[in-house]
């Protein structure tokens, strides 16, 4: 059996996170795929949880042994996403969701083109500002990063299959939701021809 991916991506700080925590809560059975990044892991933050957390060298081979299905430099920092858990979580019949930034989503575009994909919009980038500010986990210079970022990412938001606008968060649930288990959704992505 064939599972099926999903990418969902949006400027940081939009909610992604707190999103796909509401829809894991009442389907646990989606795998939430786990990057490797060089940033350093923020307070609470798991390893193996959240991310594999490692130093540049220890990313670079990963690159190396073509262990990634795809990889981005993002304020300064590496992520990507193993190759080999979404290989097997897919042909375990999962859904599995790459929550990943726009270099990694066009990357995915090319190798997987069955992927859905999603983009999640801010309300105003005032408002996007506000959301990473009272997260308060990032540095000031990590902060302008991250809404410079934001300006290009939102820029390319046409380029996904969906784009929602987490305003009120119920809302963007349910359009997730159905984005997800809806009808139109049921495309099953094999993974077969996913070879870079
Ligand atoms: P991302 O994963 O996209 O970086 P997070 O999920 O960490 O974003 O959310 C950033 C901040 O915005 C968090 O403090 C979160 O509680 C808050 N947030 C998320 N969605 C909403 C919403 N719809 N309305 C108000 N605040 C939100
Ligand atoms: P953060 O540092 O806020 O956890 O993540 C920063 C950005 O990196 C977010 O947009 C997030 O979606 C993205 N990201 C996380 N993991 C990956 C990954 O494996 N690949 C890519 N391309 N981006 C990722």
Request: glycine share 8%; net charge negative; charged share 25%.
């Amino acid at each position: 059996m064939s599972g099926r991916v999903v990418v969902f991506t949006g400027p940081s700080g939009v909610g992604k996170g707190t999103l796909l925590r509401a829809v894991l809560a009442d389907h646990p059975g989606i795998y939430l795929s786990i990057s490797a990044t060089t940033r350093n892991p923020r307070a609470g933050e798991v390893e193996g949880q959240h991310y594999y957390f490692m130093d540049a060298a220890g990313f670079q081979d990963l690159v190396k042994r073509n262990e990634l299905l795809e990889w981005a430099e993002f304020a300064g920092n590496c992520y990507g996403t193993l190759r080999q858990p979404i290989q097997e979580q897919v042909n375990q019949g999962k859904l599995v969701i790459l929550e990943i930034e726009l270099e990694g989503a066009r990357q995915v575009r090319k190798t997987l083109p069955e992927a859905y994909q999603i983009f999640v919009l801010p309300p105003s980038i005032e408002e996007l500002e506000n959301r990473i500010r009272a997260r308060g986990q990032d540095e000031e210079s990590a902060i302008q990063k991250r809404l410079a970022k934001a300006s290009i990412e939102i820029g390319a938001a046409n380029e996904f299959d969906l784009q929602i606008t987490n305003d009120d968060l119920d809302t963007a649930v349910e359009q997730l939701k159905e984005a997800l288990f809806g009808q139109s959704q049921t495309t099953e992505t094999p993974l077969a021809n996913a070879a870079p």
